[in-house]
């Protein structure tokens, strides 16, 4: 099956004054119909800013998308003119971000907002409108939809407001969701409900999804792929199961073991919990040769000095590692 | 919202009596007699003494002020030393000059400053930032009857454009009464748009950065939509209570204006008065342009709402 968003060799830089960070220095994905790509890392990898820049939501300045492709079903993202790019906008990718509580305008009604985002793309009737805002919000269980639509943001929770957010998102069955922590903000109750029915949505409409987050947890739940980003780099891609059993980057590695696994059975006076050593380096003055060679417990003479190739380390398994080149 | 309204209105009260107090005695202490500049050097003491004793001057301050009290709350401002006619009369002659021209000066000031404010912001710290911001500085700093003598200057004596001198209500002749409006409503609302715009600006950079901006951006909306639609609205509200606050200006800058432009309104009644040492009439002004600012000022408090509705006024 064709590729419905294709990111080549993707470069976004911002301008500061104290530099130049290379937020997303390189990075290639790729994402199939109805498919869900995790992609993972600490903050300040670039996972935001490749989000951003698929929709051309960098603000310029400080950042702009320096090179590279973005094809949607085809067509280069980057050489459309500004308007047919918000033509693609809200219709074919859609976004959900990370705090519902800072995402929805404070000063329109819910119903406000959702009608805004269908009828800017749709011409259709008012009161047309109204009824698949409706039918939508019933979609993400809101109860007593029609009433909420008089409703302003504050007077939902924020698990409701992510409904909303969900509920705008797909109101146009977009081709691709880029879903930016979309649970992170919420209770550890409801995480769950509210990805339970946003994979119930794509997956009816054959939406695509980018999941960023930081949580493997619900990447290991849904994801089909995942793609781990370290500097500004994808430094291993492969299906979920592989990585999750079998990851070959010693970064990929270290975040695994980081993370507490509840029903392993160690004994009293136990190992902590494994760290990966040093700090994320400074995105202004990165480290020579492979950005991660110093925290790397597993480093080669030629880490410090060349960057590693993309190395396939197994079916649809790839790593950016010197370790298997 | 109808039990803050009325909650509002009874602060009022204090309000007023503080004005009240401060104003009679302010104006007594500027040095010189009103009943000495009404009959001029050559009255002989015992005429004044009778006259003053007639209008209740005498009496102690103390006194003369509750029973100046007494009677604004009954509605009577009381008598013009000057022109012996009710200050209250007055007033209401002079003052729909005055709400015009402010009111003009606002809407001058805020179609000014709101582009202006929202310009600089998108277009922050570059050429066009810097330069909208330098006029804004000239703005606050240039002094209201400077500015008001100069631009009678260039516009109406050198120019042309414009009358120099008299008026003409606008109420009875629309256009010809706006020629004579226009350059002491635009003098007026410099400054007060010059501290508008600033305060537009950085509330629009505030907002500028929040993700629901982001959030319209991509929902494909064009960048005029998420400016005036999405950021404007809610980038208004701090702006709003510097509009409440800046009428205060307006307000003692009509007083100049009305000067230098020779308009028969409020500001200019009351600088005759202060000439004339006037105490009634004075008093009475003041206390009206007070009441005037905190009823705005309700007003402003009031429209909060309606851009911000997580304001509620129970």
Redesign the interface.
Same mark, same amino acid.
């Given at each position: 099956m064709d590729n419905i968003l294709d990111i080549q060799d993707l470069h976004t830089f911002f301008y500061t004054p104290e530099g130049t960070a290379k937020a997303v220095n390189g990075v290639s994905l790729s994402l199939k119909p109805g498919e869900i790509l995790g992609l993972v890392g600490e903050s300040g990898c670039g996972k935001s800013v490749t989000n951003?820049s698929v929709?051309r939501?960098i603000s310029d300045p400080p950042g702009k998308i320096v090179s590279g492709k973005i094809s949607l079903d085809g067509q280069d993202l980057l050489q459309l003119p500004k308007r047919d790019m =918000?033509?693609? =906008?809200?219709?074919r990718i %859609?976004?959900i971000?990370? /705090?519902p509580m800072? %995402?929805?305008?404070?000063?329109?009604t819910i119903g406000n907002q959702l009608m805004?985002?269908l009828l800017?793309?749709r011409k259709i009737s008012r009161a047309e409108a109204v009824n698949r805002v409706v039918e939508m919000l019933q979609m993400v269980e809101i109860p007593s939809a029609e009433k909420r639509l008089k409703d302003?943001p504050?007077h939902l929770s924020g698990g409701m407001r992510q409904r909303v957010m969900i509920a /705008?998102a797909m109101l146009l069955r977009p081709q691709v969701l880029l879903a930016d922590e979309p649970t992170t903000a919420l209770d550890v109750t409801i995480q769950a409900q509210v990805l339970e029915l946003m994979y119930k949505l794509t997956e009816e409409f054959d939406t695509a999804i980018i999941l960023v987050t930081h949580n493997l947890g619900i990447v290991a739940e849904s994801a089909q792929r995942v793609a781990v980003m370290y500097t500004g780099r994808v430094i291993e891609e492969a299906p979920v199961k592989d990585l999750f059993e079998s990851p070959r980057h010693p970064y990929t590695n270290g975040l695994l073991r980081s993370v507490p696994v509840p029903d392993q059975n160690r004994p009293a006076g136990r190992e902590p919990l494994y760290e990966i050593e040093g700090i994320v380096p400074n995105l202004f003055d990165l480290p020579s040769g492979c950005s991660f060679h110093p925290r790397c417990s597993r480093i080669k003479d030629i880490c410090r000095h060349e960057q590693p190739p993309e190395v396939e380390v197994g079916t649809n398994h790839m790593a950016r590692c010197w370790l298997y080149a | 919202m109808l039990n803050y309204s009325i909650r509002r209105l009874l602060y009022f009260i204090p309000t007023l009596f503080i004005v009240a107090f401060m104003v009679f005695f302010l104006v007594r202490l500027i040095p010189g007699d009103p009943i000495q500049v009404m009959l001029g050097d050559g009255a002989n003491p015992e005429t004044i003494a009778a006259v003053r004793e007639k209008m209740g001057l005498d009496r102690p301050l103390p006194i003369q002020f509750g029973i100046w009290l007494g009677s604004v709350v009954k509605g009577d401002f009381g008598t013009s030393i000057q022109t012996n006619r009710p200050v209250l009369q007055s007033i209401r002659e002079r003052f729909p000059v005055t709400i015009t021209l402010t009111t003009l000066a606002l809407l001058f000031s805020l179609l000014l400053s709101i582009p202006t404010g929202m310009l600089a912001a998108v277009y922050r710290n570059t050429g066009k930032d810097y330069f909208f911001m330098l006029l804004t500085i000239l703005g606050v700093s240039a002094p209201v009857f400077w500015l008001g003598l100069l631009s009678l200057l260039v516009f109406s004596v050198k120019l042309g454009w414009f009358p120099s001198i008299g008026f003409v209500p606008i109420w009875e002749d629309f256009w010809t009464g706006l020629t004579y409006l226009i350059l002491p409503a635009v003098t007026l609302a410099l400054h007060m748009a010059a501290v508008v715009a600033r305060m537009t600006r950085s509330s629009m950079l505030e907002v500028l950065r929040?993700?629901?901006i982001?959030?319209? &951006?991509?929902? *494909?909306? *064009?960048e005029g939509k998420v400016l005036i639609k999405?950021a404007l609205?809610?980038a208004f509200g701090p702006t709003l209570t510097t509009i409440g606050i800046q009428y205060g200006q307006l307000l003692g800058g009509a007083v100049i204006t009305e000067s230098v432009f020779s308009l028969p309104g409020l500001g200019r009644y009351v600088m005759v008065s202060i000439h004339a040492r006037d105490y009634p009439a004075v008093q009475g002004c003041i206390l009206f342009m007070a009441l005037i600012y905190v009823v705005i000022n309700l007003v402003v408090d009031l429209m909060y709402t309606y851009?911000?509705? &997580?304001i509620e006024y129970n």
């Open positions: 951003l929709l939501l =918000r033509k693609i =906008r809200g219709d %859609s976004m971000f990370q /705090e800072i %995402s929805l305008n404070p000063a329109y805004e985002a800017t793309h302003y504050h /705008e | 929040l993700e629901y982001t959030h319209a &951006r991509a929902k *494909g909306l *064009g999405h609205k809610n851009f911000d509705p &997580r």
